[in-house]
């Protein structure tokens, strides 16, 4: 897993794209669901001037723990003149903004090495009762992106992305039963000033986005259908497998070294369990001759 160096050195994947991908790996329902969110923690920079907000997830599958990376920066300049929205109730409240301050959204999902990255400062954190499936914050970050693809600064900025985000965690994640604690508890708020101001008012971006998640989640559970199963600890382990051959023979290797194991493992218990019958006959033999030398003996 690479470090996490901050939003213009990431390399990772955009969310939606991210979404495809690890959707054609899973191998079955109870697959997906075998790797899980422990927790969630949001995170600020202090090394920009900007100090940027992301969100970084810890994650396990199999007693394997990684750390997964959420978060949205600008990207290449828009010159639509509005914030886009995926959603026509958003596009009927598009504000026009000087082409300075409006960019598409680079939404990213990337790895760290850590579960405390180096110069930034955690505001918040969520433990679960439960822990989730890592797909609900996948389909909860690409279903932002698909609402809001615009990035426009102090509206549709990463301090919007990480609140929506924890939104979506407290309330679709309800069943895990979310702790939110730590510092400042709503995301994208400084001192209790709210660092964004979105085209919609926070009801109307929650239900949008409520619902949308709800659509793609249905679908995702759907579209879960392949024969191959432990590829997302695959992609944790080694986020630069990119096809879905390679993450193939890996598995396959592993499923090998486990075989091997096991066959070893069962011929040591082999193994133990002649010489402890022959160790049971040896000490037959031995009490039956000393019986027999006794019985000899008495009847001189």
Known sequence: MSSYQGPENASGHPAT???KFVLSQYGSLNDAEATRIIRVTGWKMQDTARQHEYILATIIRNGHEGYVVFERSPGERDSSGSISSGSSTASSTNMSLGSSSRFKARDMVSFSSSDHPADAERIWKIEFGVPPPLYMAINIASTIYDCFPTYVLSKTNCYFYVHVFQSMLLTHCRDSMPQLTDGDTLAGYTLGLKLWDPPLTPEEVDQMVSAKFDAELKDFRKSVSSDIDCLMLLLI????????????????????????????????????????????????????EELARNMAQSCE
Do not use: G
């Open 237 to 288: 382990i080694n986020p630069q497998l990119e096809t879905k051959a390679a993450l193939v023979q890996q598995r396959e290797d592993v499923v090998r070294q486990e075989r091997d194991e096991m066959h070893r493992a069962q011929h040591e218990k082999d193994r133990m369990e002649i010489e402890r019958e022959r160790t049971e006959k040896e000490e037959w033999k031995r009490k039956y």
């Open 17 to 19: 794209s991210y979404r």
